[in-house]
């Protein structure tokens, strides 16, 4: 079945920086886009980013130019580069291959001073 593990969460000050990855196994991953979403407290699911499957990308304007979306095929992981976070990206994230219902059990990130 598939599964999705992310990780690499944390508490990080303002301005720090986190490398989320996505363990993600029971289907062919290189053959679907990859996403990530984040949910935050009384908040909706709402859409970061995007790979397609070869790669091409593309992100929510809230964190464009500070987020960044890659994956690697052969060790079926998808990644979330984020830089310059700021309190308001404090969410749990998940991620999600394109077409699928199916999520983990997201990784918490918390900004704060």
């Known amino acids: 079945q598939v599964q999705l593990v992310e990780s690499g969460g944390g508490l990080v000050q303002p301005g720090g920086s986190l490398r989320l990855s996505c363990a993600a196994s029971g289907f062919t991953f290189s053959s679907f886009g990859m996403s990530w979403y984040r949910q935050a407290p009384g908040k909706g699911r709402e859409l970061v980013a995007h790979?397609?499957?070869?790669?091409?990308?593309n992100y929510a304007d809230f964190v464009k130019g500070r987020f960044t979306i890659s994956r690697d095929n052969a060790e079926n992981t998808v990644y979330l580069q984020m830089n310059s976070l700021k309190p308001e990206d404090t969410a749990v994230y998940y991620c999600n291959p394109q077409g699928w219902s199916v999520w983990g059990q997201g990784t918490q990130v918390t900004v704060s001073s």
């Open positions: 790979s397609t499957r070869t790669g091409f990308t």
